[in-house]
Structure formats: C-alpha cells, structure tokens
C-alpha cells in the first residue's frame, strides 16, 4: 500500500448513476478519506460515447471539488463499471441491455487519456466486495464473500486482498445459477436469456414480478416491502420465497469456496420490518438446507462499509496494481 498520503481518483459507473470522489490514503490512518462525491444520472440510451464523457465530466467535478493544499499529484484513477470486464486491458466485454453499446468501450484508455495517469478497472460488484473485505465486514479477516441483492444478483471472492475475478471476469454470477423449490421457477426467464436462474425470481424485479403473478400487482421490491408491513401475507410470502432460494444459493458457495464471513447488500437486503426480518430470516434458514455442517456456521452479516463501497474498492485495486506494475 501507498507511503505518506496518495490521491486515487474514483468512479462508479452503474447503469442508472455515476458517483466519483477522490480518496485519500494516508501511512498509519486506519481508512482511507473519502472526499466530496459528485454524481449525475447515467445517460444509458444515448449510447457507450456519451456514458463515457459523463463519467469523465463526473470525475472532473469530484476532482475539482476536493482541496488538497499540500498539492499532492493524482497518483491513478479507479473506475467501477457494471458489465464483465477484461481488468487487464481496462475493456468491457460484456454487458446486458441497461448500458446498450457498452461492450468494447475502452475504459481504461479513456481515462489514462484525460487525467493522464494510469487507470484501473474493475466490475462494479467485484469492486464493491473488495471495498468491504478491506473497510467493512472482511476487515482483519482473510476472506470475504459479498452478494449483491438488489436490481440483479451479484457476487465476490475476496482472499488476502485479492478479488476473484475469473479467466473471462465473469465470476461471482451469483444470480446465474439454476434453482428450484417454488412452482414456476425452474421456467422464468433470467435477464440472460436462461431459464430457471436466481436473478429471475429472487433479485428485485424478480420478486415484484413474482408477486404481481400471485395476484397483487407490484412495480418495485419496495411496494412488495410496504405491502408486507402493512400485513398482506402474500407478499410476505413472495419475499420468504426469495430470501430462502438465495440463502440456498450462498449455501453453495460456501460449499464451493468456503470464506470467513459473508456480506449481503442491496436493494432487497435493506428492506426493514416484517419484510426485511422475514426475508432474512428466510435467507439464514436456506443456507442451512444447502451449507455443509463444515460451513454451515458461517457468519452471514449486513455489509458495513457503506453505499460508496465500490468507490473504495475501485481504489484500492489500481493502487495494487500500480505497485505492482511499478
């Protein structure tokens, strides 16, 4: 990690928001600063160019905004981007309908061009497991998995510091394996185009669109919450479902990879009352079912390092890539 104080330049790029701030290390604090965060809507539907002069006209307005009257230099910039991403060349390869014509933006080139430093990228929910393996619920522990519970369903590994990216950066889909359990689900169509997966029933959209087919019609998971704290059983009912085949689906990670602690966040996780106890207590009961007894005990808690934790993790790993490069 950086000696004395380091300026790393930050964005997260989703595909309704921009935020970026600049985050300062300094030798012996116990967290990085986090400055002043600039943010816009995402102009998604006007295509890959125009989400890029966005982001950079977001970074620019963080930069601006931030005083540092010891004249520091910016040491890298650290970019969170939804889509699958070649961390190695700083490329998109992958992304689904939100962010039309992202595949095969050069992100990295785009930025290294504009602040004249190098930049780093990083898939935002591998950005944001890194950022809460390091300053949230991972903290002093070896391994960390996050699950992303919100408009999608995401996933990281984090190990000693280091996310599990993948071969193509495609790991921790999460939301992209098979379930089973509730009638129907094995035949809803998953946001990739498969049937049968998580993410079609159990993220956000899955679960309005769940309940609205048992009958009460629903836009949002948090229609479903309020529905729910004010007594209707159904949809209490809609959110245990989810809450348990996700459970199920962490129990088989921590088959697979067996971390120290797992971290939930998004959307659906943060549902209060009824709907959130119900959901997850739910979660906690389908992790049993799947965990082995060696894992079964695992902590499973809320994640801790706050909403700008992509930001912190995006930071983080170009500065581990610059000392590693250097």
């Given amino acids: 990690m950086p000696a004395e104080l380091t300026r790393v330049l930050t964005v997260d790029l989703g595909g309704t928001k921009i935020n970026a701030a600049v985050i ?35 970074a620019r307005e963080a930069l601006s905004s931030t005083i540092d009257k010891g004249q520091h230099p910016l040491a890298a910039v650290g970019i969170a981007s939804a889509g699958v991403i070649d961390s ?3 490329v998109v390869t992958a992304a689904t309908d939100a962010l039309p014509g992202w595949p095969g933006t050069n992100l990295a080139s785009a930025f290294q061009a504009e602040f004249g430093v190098q930049a780093s990228v990083l898939n ?18 070896d ?51 498969r049937r049968g997966h998580l993410e079609g029933f159990a993220s956000g959209p899955g679960i309005a669109a769940e309940l609205t087919r048992r009958g009460i019609p629903a836009a949002s998971t948090r229609e479903v ?20 085949l996700t459970g199920r689906a962490i129990g088989d990670q921590l088959n697979v990879v067996d971390p120290h602690v797992v971290a939930i966040t998004g959307g659906v996780a943060s549902a209060s009352g009824a709907a959130g ?24 808690v809320p994640a801790s390092a706050g909403n700008h934790a992509a930001l912190l993790g995006a930071a983080y790993f170009t500065l581990t890539e610059t000392a590693t490069e250097g």
Avoid: Q, Y
């Fill in 88 to 90: 190695a060349r700083g």
């Fill in 225 to 244: 919450a309020d529905l729910a704290n004010d007594g209707s059983t159904i949809a209490l009912e809609t959110l245990i479902d989810a809450g348990r």
């Fill in 124 to 141: 935002d929910v591998h950005a944001h497991g890194l950022g809460e393996a390091m300053f949230g619920a991972g903290k002093d522990r």
């Fill in 277 to 300: 106890d119900g959901w997850w207590a739910a979660l906690r009961k389908g992790v049993r079912e799947s965990a082995m007894d060696a894992v079964g005990h695992t902590p499973i």
């Fill in 24 to 58: 300062t290390f300094e030798e012996g604090a116990s967290a990085p600063h986090l400055g002043p965060v600039a943010t816009a809507p995402t102009p998604a539907r006007e295509g890959a160019k125009a989400v890029v002069a966005a982001a950079v006209t977001v």
């Fill in 143 to 193: 391994s960390l998995l996050l699950v992303a519970v919100g408009t999608g369903i995401g996933g990281a590994f984090v190990t000693h510091g280091e996310v599990l990216t993948g071969a193509r950066g495609a790991a921790g889909h999460i939301g992209h394996v098979r379930t089973a359990g509730i009638p129907g689900v094995e035949e809803l169509v998953c946001t990739c185009g």
